[in-house]
């Protein structure tokens, strides 16, 4: 079974600091890995995607990598903001014998404060 | 493109009461789910269709029942609410193709804004 784990559960930051979310997950047979925000009391915004054969993918300032083998990856922000205050999310779908992936585990998330 | 939408934002039922939430996209993705969001508990997958006319159970399917009559809609249906059924429900859609040896498996889920239902 996919376990996927975000560690720290929040972070409080000052602006301008750049930070690095961690997410972990227990079985690395996966497709590809995703991030995502949540606002509060909002749904989720797809961040970045990063595929199997992928290392990094970068979107203006973030930046996410991704390691299969020691089943992890960080989100990289940079120059941090108030403006990116929210719930950062990832998820793994899973890979199964028929080849094709129904199945998405998130994690629980990271709690981010960017204080002004 | 709306993008994925759902109905209602907010519901209020009393125990037993009947309800369907409502879902839609119009990015013509073969791949939709409902998923329900519990503090503590994170996201956790209801169920899913990968196409009209096919659905499948995910981890907590227990008390809802879903159909899949077009591409565009995957209505999520509560026979018979109950207070653990008090969430907010995510419905979320992406493209699908079968995975094939050496090449690309694309599936960037694009989620909906929420319902939040409470059970008395």
């Known amino acids: 079974k996919q376990e996927v784990t975000q560690i720290p559960a929040a972070l409080s930051v000052p602006e301008g600091e750049n930070l690095v979310l961690n997410c972990s997950f227990t079985d690395s047979a996966i497709y590809n890995l995703q991030w995502f925000r949540q606002d509060p009391g909002k749904g989720l915004t797809s961040l970045l995607l990063i595929q199997s054969s992928q290392r990094e993918q970068t979107s203006g300032r973030l930046n996410a990598s991704l390691d299969k083998s020691s089943g992890r990856s960080t989100l990289y922000i940079a120059a941090s903001q108030p403006g990116d205050s929210a719930t950062y999310l990832c998820a793994v779908p899973r890979e199964d014998s028929g080849g094709s992936n129904y199945k998405l585990t998130f994690g629980k998330g990271t709690l981010l404060t960017v204080n002004p | 493109n709306a993008g994925v939408t759902q109905t209602p934002k907010f519901q209020v039922l009393k125990t037993g009461q009947s309800m369907t939430l409502q879902c839609a996209q119009d990015?013509?993705?073969?791949?939709m789910s409902w998923y329900r969001q519990d503090p503590g508990m994170g996201l956790r997958l209801i169920h899913y269709s990968v196409g009209a006319g096919i659905t499948d159970q995910g981890e907590v399917p227990n008390g809802y029942n879903v159909s899949r009559s077009t591409t565009e809609d995957f209505p999520l249906r509560l026979l018979s609410a109950a207070p653990s059924q008090t969430s907010v429900y995510f419905c979320?859609?992406?493209?699908?193709?079968?995975?094939?040896?050496?090449?690309?498996?694309?599936?960037?889920?694009?989620f909906g804004p929420g319902t939040r239902l409470t059970v008395l």
């Open positions: 979320a859609s992406s493209y699908f193709r079968p995975w094939l040896a050496g090449g690309r498996f694309y599936n960037e889920q694009f």
């Open positions: 990015m013509n993705h073969e791949y």
